[in-house]
């Protein structure tokens, strides 16, 4: 599986997540399969986000795509986003 790791601050999560969900069918058929959505304990509005992909080609037109841009500026990110686009190396459990 491939995984994209955002971590972003926005001005306001309320604000922020409708614009978010905009994007929902544009990433599905982009070729995304899952997501998560991870706030900072201490602040909500510092974000961290992982994805799963269906390959790294399609993540990687998506995170930069203008229509992803102009969703952040409208959607009031406040800083350069860390952007990791992962492969899965392995999965395990603590028993």
């Known amino acids: 599986m491939s995984y994209v790791l955002v971590r972003h601050k926005v001005e ?6 409708p614009e978010f969900d905009a994007l929902k069918d544009k990433r ?9 959505i991870f706030h900072n304990a201490d ?16 993540a ?6 203008d229509e992803l841009r102009h969703a952040m500026q409208r959607a009031e ?3 350069q986003p860390d952007i990791y686009f ?5 999965r395990g459990s603590v028993q």
């Open 77 to 79: 990110v406040t800083d």
């Open 12 to 17: 306001s999560f309320t604000k922020w997540k």
């Open 60 to 65: 990687r037109r998506f995170m930069q795509s």
């Open 43 to 58: 602040d909500a509005n510092n974000l961290v986000l992982l994805f799963e992909w269906d390959n790294l080609e399609n």
């Open 28 to 36: 599905r058929a982009g070729g995304e399969k899952t997501y998560h």
């Open 86 to 90: 992962l492969n899965e190396g392995e």
